[in-house]
């Protein structure tokens, strides 16, 4: 479900959070080599994110996992509760399976390891902060099988609008804004505001949190994704 359309027009502010200073800085000089990414500071532990997201509020933070003290579960978790609409993307050596939904439980819109391409690094960062997924298909599958088996069924019409829910289930396939756009004969400007709506309604700052949601709910059939 990776997503590299990018709809800012603005300079997208980002926060490195890793306790190596090498791995900081190389990400680092990735990033600046874009015209459309800025990065407005760094953190090396848990703690250090939470304080510095307050005061920088970043479009996007790039998340480590294993850092001394808080780790990154602990900080998305902490950050994503005082900051909701903040786009944390997971970049780590770790791919097991309790990290993953860990993370995306706490909050985090997308998920890389450290081997990633330097290509999917920067389209990750611009799905993410432009509200999209950031989900290797192999994740996106495991993800749906792990949330969908402990559902909860729900009236999805107490939450959504119909067209909303639609919406909703088509991003669930990974689609971008414009094949949503497509697939419901409505325009890429439409689908944006819809989204931005069911991210309203649901607390979430992100597809990847608005689909889980609906996964859990019951609204979303893992076998149609």
């Known amino acids: 479900m990776l997503d590299t359309e990018s709809e800012t027009s603005r300079a997208i502010t980002l926060l490195l959070v890793d306790d190596h200073p090498v791995v900081r800085k190389g990400t680092r000089e990735l990033l600046e080599g874009e015209s459309d990414l800025h990065v407005v500071g760094e953190a090396g532990s848990g703690e250090e ?13 790039l998340m ?8 990154g579960i602990e900080a998305t978790r ?8 903040v786009g944390v993307l997971v970049l ?39 509200g999209e997924s950031a989900l290797h298909p192999s994740v996106a599958r495991k993800v749906l099988e792990r949330f ?9 019409e107490d939450d959504l609008s119909p067209r909303e829910l639609e919406v ?5 396939t990974g689609r971008t804004n414009k094949e949503i756009a497509r697939d419901l004969d409505i325009s890429p400007r439409t689908v944006q505001v819809h989204l931005a709506n069911i991210f309203s309604k ?3 700052g992100s597809r990847t949190e608005a689909v889980l949601y609906g996964i859990k709910r019951g609204w979303i059939d893992p076998k149609m994704v």
Do not use: C, H, W
């Not at 480590?64 to 780790?71: E, K, Q």
């Open 168 to 172: 909703l289930r088509v991003a669930a």
């Open 148 to 156: 969908s088996a402990n559902t909860t069924p729900t009236p999805p």
């Open 92 to 130: 780590t050596s770790y791919d097991d399976d309790a990290y993953v939904f860990a993370l995306l439980e706490a909050g985090a819109a997308g998920y890389l390891l450290k081997n990633a391409s330097e290509d999917d690094l920067l389209g990750a960062v611009r799905a993410v902060a432009a």
């Open 64 to 71: 480590d996992v294993s850092m001394p003290g808080m780790n």
């Open 78 to 85: 902490a950050i994503k509760k005082e900051q909701p609409g």
């Open 202 to 204: 649901l607390g979430v």
């Open 49 to 61: 994110a939470i304080t510095r997201a307050r005061a920088l509020t970043p479009d996007v933070i």
